[in-house]
């Protein structure tokens, strides 16, 4: 049987490789997710709490320009620390403090956003406040300009976000995608290993069945197709012996290993078919052991199964290698001698009775002899039936001359050896 696939490793390379598919495609797909949900999070967190953190920023500046510009100029001088509010001429309007709006620099949300344009205006901003000359309309441009370059940065900010947005809705986009690929590969996947047990392990489990439903039903010629995974091809070797040991068994006679009825009668068919082909002639033999119930009576059934098991081995020497001896049924035996002629016939049949005549005998029984009749195709019929009958005729002619004696073909009746006095 060629080298097959065992079923358990098929069925275990198929787990492996479907479950290293799965984790190779459950960790691409978490990797791309994640990738995704950082750029959703710088998007929508980062950049949303810094435009948030700007727009403060701005509302800030602007309530601190109104306030010191109402207080009118020359109040810089009083603003050159940013953290503290020195006291100014009116006491009653004391200058709030820059730091207000300084401070909101340093927010986190702005760690990842380029302020340095904005930290020059703002120290602009303070120098003007500082200067002790500086015009309310100084202060107020210097402020607008703080302003404008916070706006200048939540526009930049907007605008990245407004760029990145097609890129993450294709990003979410592809990875559906990636998804419904992914599940079509293992419905695609799940289809051929199905396709694979089907062919390997269901249908040939399937032939298997038939031949044995056939065996069992009697159809001794019939054959599982050694086919499938290991397990299955094995068990298939196994049915196709099992169903040649039971042909064998049901054409073997169980007592003398001869070709039984059965067999013989296939045989016979064989033989005329051939001869009906092929011009040949073909002659048949029947022996019956002479006065074998007698000898059962005698010595015992043990003592008869040992005289048929002798005379079936005297048969087997006696016969060439291309005859066909076989345990007709009870006492009984035939041999089919294929391409002979009626001489050549009766000599065999004459060295079979006289080798069986000549078995010694066994203790605990006696000397045996056998009976002979013989029929030549086509001469003296040309079906089964017919060459039985002539033979059987010459058996019983034989039994009727004296036993231990071979009749064969009218034209050359032969009569050897001594007839018994009980005959």
Known sequence: ?????????RVLLLTAAFAIALFAITFGLSWRAQVAQERWS??????????????????????YRAGVV?????VGANVTNLSVSPPTADTRYPTPPYR???QLLEADSLRTIDTAALRRRMSTFTAVLADTTSTPQEIDTESQRVVAEAQRIIDERKREVARQLPMLERDSHELMSAGLAIAWIIIICS????????RKVVRPIEDLSLAADAIASGDLGARAPVAGDFEVARLAVAVNHMADELKAHARTDELTSLPNFRAFRERIDLEIERAQRYPERFGILILDLDRFKKYNDTYGHLAGNDALQRTARAIREAVRVVDFPARYGGEEFAVILPQIDAPALAAIAERIRSTIEAMPAPAGGAQVTVSIGAAMYPDDGTAPDALFRAADERLYAAKEGGRNRVVGVPMLRTASGAATRDG
């Open 191 to 198: 289809f051929a290993a199905v396709q694979v047990t089907l």
């Open 42 to 63: 710088r998007l929508v967190g980062v950049e949303t709490r810094a435009i948030g953190t700007l727009e403060e920023l701005i509302r800030a500046q602007n309530a």
């Open 100 to 102: 207000v709006v300084s």
């Open 70 to 74: 109402s207080r009118g100029s020359g």
């Open 1 to 9: 049987m060629a080298r097959r696939t065992r079923l358990r490793t």
